[in-house]
């Protein structure tokens, strides 16, 4: 690569340090900050959780639960769930498309088995209030596609879950090509289109003979084609040269409906899959349309990019002596090891005032790196993560009295000197509303001490949790009423409100509503707590 950053990264001599990158989007933005965590932070050091259902890419999660299901894995069934979903939607009228109402719809004929009914069990702890099921759904295809081999796909966030199911139906294998090609044009799709989506959702999975008896006869899975895990053009190249055993080909004529359709067209779009870039490309334009197909009213967001620069789990904690501590993380997208690198954050207090003293060093190990892999392993990019740790303590303190109001990091390698800080305007952080240092747990539950800014007269101070309820992510809310007190003779700057409730079992924040504007924390989820 040259320097240890990409070329996406802009070198200054130390007299220039600003940068002028495009930035994906201004954090902190939660949903955003959400989407983009689950969909680039793939592998390794605080890798999400999807890509691991695909170590190896022929992993099936329910093999002990299924003993029958031999030749299943995970990344069929996440492509199918997704088309499936999709493939509701009526262009006509904009009713269907993907909204996670699959999972309402699982008595039907066309999603027999127990491939979409797995994929609701394994895939919806992955929901919550910022990334909808049908968001995770449509991802859960992204990172099927794209570890397993396949190229990269646009990816956009935003879906909404439906609460009813839809009336539209995926038309069934013995059902004629006439049929086949006026259901795809419901859902928005040509004829040569509808042949490709076809073969970029088959170059994973089989057909269950249990699901599918009339045409699997024998037990467990026959398979679409030999490369059956990875995604790639054999589904073409088998079928075109004789080779496929594909039951959808070869079976009864009855239910061949992959040969109907493929031969739709004299074979040219099939032809035209035995060049792996042709048949990479269009995939990787179906794929993102079929996710991207959702019901009318529905505002999806743009495609998300990583932020180049990223913090995570900023939190700032009342510690009730006069000071604040300063805990989180950041990710540097794209970034090599380099031993000798260091990086600095930088603050300003609430008054936007910058000092001599406002930085502290970061700490890095090299177990601190993740990794994105697409397009078959030639799309690698590795990230490097920093700890906001001082040498005694994890995090840094700060004099709660000036507090902080924005960060920003500053990168030194040789007479190389970055500034990270938003193209000028810096993260910004909130400093109303945190949790104190005198919150503990026990047997009986959590009393969470909730520091809120004296001065400020908050209308609202609570916690939201998220919580699963009828398969979907909800948002529970427990109020904080408990009265205000000072924590000590040193603590004139914060009063503390609390509460005793129950751990959050999922992701949760401390939330104040002052001033008709609402403060929020990052997530607590994570945080350990001393006993009372």
Not at 68 to 89: I, K, P
Not at 453 to 474: C, F, H, K, M
Request: hydrophobic share 35%; with cysteine.
């Amino acid at each position: 690569m040259g320097f240890p950053f990409s070329s996406r990264w802009t070198l200054f001599v130390v007299a220039a340090v600003y940068s002028s990158r495009v930035l994906a989007y201004t954090w902190p933005n939660p949903k955003l900050d959400e989407l983009e965590s689950q969909r680039y932070d793939r592998l390794g050091f605080n890798a999400r959780a999807l890509a691991s259902g695909l170590i190896p890419c022929d992993r099936f999660e329910f093999t002990n639960e299924e003993p029958d299901a031999v030749g299943r894995l995970n990344a069929a069934d996440w492509v199918r769930t997704a088309y499936h979903d999709m493939a509701t939607h009526d262009v006509s009228d904009g009713s269907g498309g993907m909204d996670a109402s699959i999972r309402l719809e699982l008595d039907r004929p066309e999603n027999t088995g127990r491939g979409f009914q797995d994929t609701v069990d394994l895939l919806s702890g992955e929901s919550n209030r910022y990334a909808s099921l049908a968001d995770v759904f449509a991802l859960a295809m992204v990172v099927a596609v794209e570890h397993c081999g396949g190229p990269k796909i646009n990816y956009r966030g935003g879906r909404v879950d439906a609460t009813v199911a839809n009336t539209g139906r995926v038309p069934l294998p013995d059902e004629g090509i006439v049929k086949h090609i006026s259901s795809f044009q419901r859902q928005g799709f040509t004829q040569q289109e509808m042949i490709g989506l076809v073969a970029c959702g088959h170059t994973f999975g089989g057909v269950q003979s249990k699901s599918f008896p009339d045409i699997v006869k024998s037990g467990g899975v026959v398979h679409f084609d030999k490369t059956f895990s990875n995604f790639d053009n054999s589904i073409a190249h088998e079928y075109l040269n004789g080779t496929t055993s594909n039951p959808l080909v070869v079976g009864p004529d009855l239910t061949n409906s992959d040969k109907r359709i493929f031969s739709s067209d004299n074979n040219q779009t099939m032809s035209s899959f035995t060049n792996p870039d042709v048949f990479s490309q269009t995939c990787a334009s179906l794929l993102a349309r079929m996710i991207d197909t959702v019901p009318k009213g529905v505002q999806l967001t743009e495609v998300i990019e990583p932020l180049i620069t990223k913090p995570q789990s900023v939190a700032l904690t009342y510690m009730g002596d006069g000071t604040l501590l300063l805990t989180g993380e950041v990710r540097f997208w794209d970034m090599q090891e380099d031993p000798t690198r260091k990086v600095s954050l930088k603050w300003a207090n609430r008054k936007n005032q910058t000092c001599s003293n406002c930085s502290s060093s970061l700490s890095h190990t090299t177990n601190q790196a993740s990794q994105f892999i697409t397009d078959n392993g030639k799309t690698q990019i590795q990230s490097l993560w920093y700890s906001f740790d001082s040498p005694s303590t994890q995090g840094f303190t700060i004099s709660d009295s000036a507090s902080i109001g924005k960060f920003w990091f500053e990168i030194q390698e040789g007479n190389n000197k970055i500034v990270e800080d938003q193209n000028g305007i810096g993260y910004g952080l909130q400093d109303m509303v945190m949790i104190s240092v005198t919150s503990c747990e026990s047997s009986s539950g959590l009393k969470l001490d909730v520091a809120v800014r004296t001065g400020s007269t908050p209308s609202r101070v609570y916690i939201e949790a998220d919580e699963i309820s009828n398969g979907l992510p909800i948002v529970r809310t427990v109020d904080v009423t408990g009265k205000p007190s000072p924590l000590s003779s040193l603590g004139k700057n914060y009063a503390i409100w609390t509460v005793k409730t129950t751990r959050p079992a999922r992701n949760w924040n401390i939330a104040a509503d002052i001033g008709g504007k609402k403060y929020t924390t990052s997530n607590l989820a994570i945080r350990g707590f001393p006993a009372c």
